[in-house]
């Protein structure tokens, strides 16, 4: 008997039927490597349906066997937290999530794991309920985030609403391979999930809808103690100021987990416009990964509310699974819908928070803003006037939330972190990043008043003895005070350094050793922004290592270059670090100025740097 939610009509699933009834047995032991699998700290993934673009619902019946070894580990990690603790499990909105749940579910069930399955529903709601939730062990979540249509994998978290860090997902990892590895242990794992009770599947199937709705409100209470912080009361002063001086908000869902979600209720009870486009899961219209001509559908119907409506100034488009969401705005001078670059992104919403902890908060311990290698040092200068220092990790969520957390123990107030090199903005006490509370952030910015009519924005204008813009600033205007830096775009080609099969710490100590016999003929850009010296940086999980040299034996985290002025300050910085998925490096260069051909001229130096690295590795 299939199940079917009633809101979309989507099949959640067959109590009686599986994809494993139809698996044979496991001939020999197998590895990750036949599967493609991606196995870390912040995920595992792999291509479930038949190709990267395939949206048929059934996965492949090879990847069954990945499925079930990373659902056993998972009902091995939950089965041993003390207290029977309820563990959530959910997925995005691919047409895969489904099947993959029912085999985790069915493994929990053996494990004697009490669950509740919310079916479709966007990563930051399924994080904010298990934070929430009394009695909560952690999520499950199926998701491949903002990867193609035909990937799928599996993101577990805490009782905290955060994803395992990388020490406590180490073992896991090893346990899957373990798994993977016997014949004889994977046959007892599919005998027992077969066995599953009906009824209890059933159950879980019919209460889906329910416990979704539940873990919505306990996602939108959140949200708003999040936005709001120290300063609650401010909520009613948002909802006035908004009617007379309104603002709307475009949502091009794209089919995505956030048609299910708070969104429009949540917006529209802040007082804010809302119009929404794309809502129904699994309608998805264009790539997935919210970035460049993905954004212009958004930017297109963001100016056509405009021209109806000149309140709806902000567009956003989030992934599949919800939780990374990219902006657009309308300038209204002319008229026209921009897309905010990822750094932009993420220096709106620090200075958004930074300024609100003056004009609305509670200040009494120093402010810090965490950020990952690659964040432009525009947000040090961003963070200067507010007396906020700046601390750096290496990529990856779980490193920035710890790093944060870290800090808080040693007494420092850490409002606002993330990655700015992808715009992910997450704002304390949530442990992950949400459109949502980018779009707060932006709104607060713009509308949120104290008792002398000062916003965010206004605020930022006078600590900055700039001149305010007549009528309310716009998204445009504050974009145009912010620091000038040059930044190289995450996206583009020449932001990936294609690299032979070297080890990742020899090609470093060879970059060093090349960097330091051409820093006498530096480019002259360089002494044009006072850059006197440098320093060598490598960024390990949470974790800021000076000097040369000063890495870990394998050497795979972030590295950087900073250049520094005659106060030994960073100025600027290039930066690298291996990609875990693919043999490229990532790389980018960041430096003051209006000049875009700086940067580029910067990269390129930085690049010829790697080429006689590689080179003089062999």
């Keep these: 008997m299939r199940i079917v939610e009633p809101r979309f009509g989507l099949s959640v699933g067959d109590p009686e039927d599986s994809p494993l009834f139809q698996l044979g047995k496991a001939s ?51 089965a041993a937290l003390p207290g029977d603790p309820v563990i959530l499990l959910g997925c995005d909105s691919r047409p895969t ?96 999930a077969k066995k599953a009770d009906p009824k209890q599947l059933e159950t879980l199937f019919l209460e889906s809808s329910r416990e979704q709705k539940k873990a ?86 963001l100016e056509e509310c405009w021209h109806k409506d000149p309140s ?20 209204p001078e002319v008229g026209r819908g921009h897309i905010l670059q990822a750094q932009e992104v993420f220096a709106l919403t620090c200075l958004t928070e930074l300024s609100c902890a003056e004009l609305f908060g509670k200040k009494t311990n120093p402010e810090a803003v965490v950020v990952n290698g690659p964040t432009s040092l525009r947000i040090n200068e961003i963070a200067a006037p507010f007396g906020a220092a700046v601390f750096r990790a290496e990529v990856g969520e779980a490193n920035v939330v710890g790093l944060a957390r870290n800090l808080r123990k040693k007494g420092y107030t850490v409002r606002i972190l993330g990655e700015g090199s992808n715009g992910g903005t997450i704002t304390h006490p949530s442990a992950v990043r949400d459109p949502l509370n980018t779009l707060g952030a932006l709104i607060k910015l713009l509308r949120l008043h104290d008792e002398r009519g000062r916003t965010p924005a206004s605020h930022w204008f006078d600590i900055q003895g ?38 990742h710490n020899l090609l470093k100590h060879h970059y060093e050793t090349v960097f330091a016999e051409k820093w006498q003929n530096r480019p002259g850009l360089l002494h044009a922004i006072g850059v006197f010296g440098y320093r060598f940086v490598n960024y390990e999980g949470t974790e800021r290592k000076e000097g040369t040299g000063n ?14 002025d005659i106060k030994n300050r960073a100025v600027a910085f290039v930066w690298m670090r291996g990609s875990g998925t693919e043999p490229v490096f990532r790389i980018m260069a960041d430096l003051p100025g209006s000049k875009a051909d700086d940067e580029i001229a910067l990269l390129s130096w930085h690049r010829s740097i790697l080429d006689a690295a590689i080179d003089a590795a062999g």
């Design 97 to 192: 999530g489904p099947a993959l749940c029912e085999i985790f579910i069915r493994c929990f069930l053996s494990a004697g794991i009490s669950c509740r399955y919310l079916f479709i529903t966007p990563a930051p709601e399924i994080m904010a309920a298990a934070r929430n939730m009394q009695n909560c062990g952690g999520f499950c979540y199926i998701s491949a985030s903002h990867n193609p249509i035909g990937h799928n994998g599996i993101k577990l978290g805490n009782h905290e609403g955060g994803v395992l860090s990388g020490s406590e997902a180490a073992p896991l990892i090893r346990r899957v391979k373990e798994i993977l590895a016997s014949a004889e242990v994977l046959e007892k794992i599919i005998d027992k």
């Design 216 to 301: 919505a409100r306990l996602y939108s209470d959140f949200s708003s103690k999040v936005i709001f912080d120290s300063y609650p009361e401010k909520i009613i002063s948002l909802r006035e100021s908004l009617t007379y001086n309104p603002l709307g908000v475009v949502g091009e869902l794209n089919g995505g987990a956030r048609g299910v979600s708070i969104d429009e209720n949540f917006l529209q009870s802040m007082g804010v416009r809302v119009r929404f486009f794309n809502r129904k899961p699994r309608e998805i219209r264009h790539a997935i990964l919210p970035e460049g001509e993905s954004l212009e559908p958004c930017r297109l119907l």
């Design 28 to 78: 020999r032991g197998l590895t990750a490597a036949d599967f493609g699998l991606i196995l870390s700290a912040s995920g595992w993934r792999g291509v479930f349906a038949a190709s990267e673009e395939d949206a048929s619902a059934e996965p492949q019946s090879r990847m069954l066997w990945p499925a079930l070894a990373m659902a056993e580990a998972a009902a091995e990690y939950f």
């Design 312 to 331: 709806f100034v902000l567009g956003y488009v989030p992934d599949n699974d919800g939780d990374r969401g990219n902006i657009v705005y309308i300038d």
């Design 551 to 564: 890495r870990s034996d394998k050497g795979r985290g972030g590295f950087s270059v900073e250049l520094l």
């Design 466 to 503: 700039l001149l305010p813009e007549t009528g309310s600033l716009a998204i445009s205007h504050i974009l145009a005070s912010l620091p000038k830096f040059q930044t190289t775009p995450t996206g583009e080609p020449r932001a990936k350094y294609p690299v032979p099969g070297i080890d």
